[in-house]
């Protein structure tokens, strides 16, 4: 019996999110999209210790979610693996995990707290324009106070990945593309 197919919402923020590393626009993502290009970006705009923890997060990511031990990945594998997020009862918590080392990499300042100007600074690494970040970060700064905290961050994190209706983490990676 064949499976349903994923839900569109949830599609298309994947989909927006392959476009996002899709550097050369040739339908098929690489390590050196997801992973070296933006590390190599956040040298200049983090600084060297969160371009590591960067390197960190985006490794693991790679082998775990995106590519496994293959340099390369199309869309379809991407939703193959992603698809765990309505099989695996411990997808949620893998995702969480992950959620928390993106977000001790964009704390540039290491207050628990993310500001606009650290919002920025990370999607810049890869490729988001800045006036692009502004609307995003407003969606997950849910209480509205002009910080996003851990557990907002996580939170939208989690519902980028997980939840198939509009939710404000859809705005996680910036303005959806596709």
């Known amino acids: 019996?064949?499976?349903?197919p994923p839900p569109y919402y949830w599609l298309r923020k994947l989909r927006s999110f392959f476009v996002l590393h899709?550097?050369?626009l040739d339908g098929v993502i690489s390590r050196e999209d997801v992973v070296d290009y933006p590390v190599n970006?956040?040298?200049?705009?983090l600084g060297e210790t969160k371009a590591k923890d960067l390197e960190i997060l985006l490794s693991r990511a790679w082998a775990d979610?995106?590519?496994g031990d293959n340099q390369t990945a199309t869309f379809d594998a991407?939703?193959?693996n992603f698809a765990r997020t309505f099989t695996d009862p411990n997808f949620s918590d893998v995702n969480s995990?992950?959620?928390e080392l993106m977000f001790t990499a964009v704390d540039i300042n290491n207050d628990n707290m993310v500001t606009l100007e650290e919002y920025i600074r990370v999607l810049e690494c890869f490729g988001v324009h800045p006036l692009s970040v502004k609307p995003s970060f407003e969606a997950l700064d849910a209480n509205k106070d002009g910080l996003?905290?851990?557990?907002e961050f996580i939170e939208a994190a989690v519902q980028y990945f997980q939840c198939t209706c509009e939710s404000p983490g859809?705005?996680?990676?910036?303005?959806?593309?596709?």
Do not use: H, N, Q, V
């Not at 970006?41 to 705009?45: C, D, E, G, M």
């Not at 996003?148 to 557990?151: A, D, R």
């Open 1 to 4: 019996m064949a499976s349903a």
């Open 22 to 24: 899709d550097r050369d």
């Open 41 to 45: 970006r956040a040298k200049t705009f």
């Open 65 to 67: 979610f995106l590519g």
């Open 78 to 80: 991407i939703i193959g």
């Open 97 to 99: 995990k992950m959620a």
């Open 148 to 151: 996003i905290s851990k557990e």
């Open 170 to 178: 859809a705005l996680f990676w910036g303005p959806l593309r596709a």
